[in-house]
């Protein structure tokens, strides 16, 4: 599902909002998770997951085209862990909206 999707379905299921709202509203969530994130913080969103960070060590590489070593540097990356919850009705095959 993609963003304008997203925004797309909870048109349909809210028709007290506008389209408009909904784009702010969901753009809003993003930024906010991508914020706390690059502030250091984790964001846990119960029954659903937890966004963090987790650290990648640097680390020596190889261009693929030439072979030459690279030196990689270390990076955050963002590392999203499912709740329990989320997890249950996945497999139980429960529909979940």
């Known amino acids: 599902m993609t963003k304008s999707e997203?925004?797309?379905h909870l048109t349909a299921k809210n028709s007290h909002l506008?389209?408009?709202d909904i784009?702010?509203?969901v753009s809003t969530i993003f930024k906010e998770?991508?914020?706390a994130l690059m502030r250091g913080d984790r964001v846990e969103l119960r029954g659903f997951?937890?966004?963090a960070l987790r650290s990648r060590g640097r680390r020596i590489g190889r261009n693929p085209r030439t072979g030459e070593i690279v030196h990689v540097p270390g990076k955050s990356v963002p590392f999203f862990k499912v709740g329990k919850d989320l997890r249950v009705q996945l497999n139980a095959g429960?529909?979940?909206g």
Do not use: H, K, P
Request: positive net charge; proline residues 0%; hydrophobic residues 50%.
């Open 6 to 8: 997203l925004v797309l």
């Open 18 to 20: 506008s389209r408009r």
């Open 23 to 25: 784009e702010r509203i």
């Open 33 to 35: 998770i991508a914020n």
């Open 49 to 51: 997951g937890a966004f």
């Open 94 to 96: 429960d529909s979940l």
